[in-house]
């Protein structure tokens, strides 16, 4: 049997990753491709692997492994050629500056999810002022949850996510507001990107988690009585980025998320009228 071991990061797994492991087998023309995670660089290969092993599922030819030497030694009337690609590295990359469409929609799907590179997706999608704001939204939603019990991760992905529309042009933004939210055209453009984040986070990097999207979409306006949607409102408005002084409203959504909703919601209401928002 002619073994080919494709040996790559794989962080993550691409669509690219698969095209040349087609090209590999047929150009060998050998019965097997074996995918094995480099972690020279990286020995954190847990989501790496859960990843390799959902890209590769529907090719019955093509198999993970974690250990090619002890393959190679147990099989010794085998024959292996190891492989390597450094264009499939650099797909990888492009993955992690938002081309989603460079992997596998439920590799994909499982990124968003898990919360795999945000930090590195969500800067290539916002100026630098925005991502430092994403950052802090993400760091006081983890810190409010914990004062709340809530979920720390939940809420801090929710943080991070919440203004992945925020940088797209009123032009931009007005397409996708045509298509699938019109009836909210009627608000001020500048809440429009929580219903386009809602539709991208969704659609395009297929977010699950019905609670997050749910929170994302309500952000702005504080329109939501879900848990979630009442924390990243008041984390997005208390953001100690802003210029003012949030602390003791802060200290007082540590220990009682309902009632910093409530203040915060009544401040933001005067704030929307005094500029004719809404």
């Known amino acids: 049997m002619k073994i080919v071991i494709f040996k790559s ?13 087609k090209e590999v087998l047929k150009k060998k023309n050998a019965d097997l491709v074996c995918f094995y995670i480099d972690s020279s660089l990286n020995d ?8 390799v092993k959902m890209a590769i599922q529907p090719y019955r ?6 250990n090619y030497q002890k393959l190679m030694k147990r099989n010794k009337e085998n024959q292996y050629l190891i492989f390597e690609d450094i264009e499939s590295e650099k797909q990888s990359d492009l993955f992690k500056t938002g081309r989603l469409s460079t992997v596998d929609k439920k590799v994909c799907s499982y990124v968003f999810n898990n919360g795999i590179y945000a930090k590195e997706i969500i ?4 100026s630098s ?19 709340n019990n809530l979920d720390e991760y939940k809420a801090y992905l929710i943080g991070l996510y919440h203004d992945i529309a925020k940088d797209l042009s009123k032009e931009e933004l007005l397409i996708y507001m045509n298509i699938y939210k019109p009836y909210e055209i009627e608000y001020d453009y500048h809440v429009w990107h929580q219903y ?3 539709y991208y986070l969704k659609h395009n990097c297929r977010l699950k988690d019905k609670r997050m999207l749910k929170a994302i979409r309500h952000h702005c306006l504080g329109d939501d009585n879900d848990v979630y949607s009442k924390l990243i409102f008041i984390a997005d408005k208390l953001d100690p980025l802003r210029d003012y002084d949030s602390s003791k409203l802060i200290e007082i959504a540590c220990k009682n998320l309902n009632k910093a909703f409530d203040l915060v919601k009544k401040q933001n209401e005067e704030y929307l009228e005094s500029r004719e928002v809404v």
Do not use: Q, W
């Open 9 to 21: 990061n794989f962080n993550p797994i691409t669509k690219y990753h698969i095209k040349i492991a």
């Open 44 to 51: 954190d290969i847990y989501h790496r692997e859960k990843m």
């Open 61 to 66: 030819k093509f198999v993970y492994i974690n």
């Open 123 to 126: 800067n290539s999608y916002v």
């Open 129 to 147: 002022k925005r991502f430092k704001h994403c950052l802090s939204v993400a760091d006081l939603c983890l810190k409010i949850a914990r004062g």
């Open 196 to 198: 386009v984040g809602y």
